[in-house]
């Protein structure tokens, strides 16, 4: 019999490649929470309905309207996490989607576009808006 202890692993603080992330320690939970929101209400489009995606999507968007630019005034201070990659990936992920979810109600009638791909297209946008400003650094005097 040997004696062995349990010791915790050390924590690598760089993922590994099956562990991608769109947020980076730091980000501000209801900016992490809006972006979760906002990319649900997409998906759940086809199983919840219309009415309970839109809240969804209203829901985040009120959270990623506050949340973005406290998370770029306070990254100017030096805060760490600024989901730049949440941002990219919705804007590309929305335009992406935005000819994929167009749909005639009759034939031959006006061509419409459901509003949740664009919707995520805006708020990619919206992060990546602020992206410059969380970039500069605030330079305090000693």
Do not use: H, N
Not at 20 to 39: A, E, I, Y
Not at 114 to 125: C, F, K, R, S, Y
């Amino acid at each position: 019999m040997s004696d062995t202890t349990l010791t915790s692993a050390p924590i690598d603080p760089k993922p590994r490649w099956w562990q991608v992330t769109v947020t980076d320690p730091g980000c501000r939970t209801d900016v992490r929470l809006g972006g979760l929101l906002v990319m649900g209400s997409v998906f759940l489009w086809l199983f919840a309905g219309p009415s309970l995606s839109a809240k969804f999507l209203m829901l985040g968007a009120v959270l990623l309207l506050w949340g973005v630019p406290a998370q770029a005034f306070q990254a100017r201070k030096g805060r760490p996490g600024y989901p730049w990659k949440m941002g990219l990936a919705f804007a590309l992920l929305g335009l992406a989607m935005t000819p994929d979810l167009r749909y005639r109600e009759e034939p031959g009638g006006p061509l419409g576009v459901q509003i949740m791909a664009p919707a995520l297209a805006v708020a990619g946008l919206w992060i990546l808006a602020w992206w410059p400003l969380a970039r500069r650094r605030v330079v305090e005097d000693a």
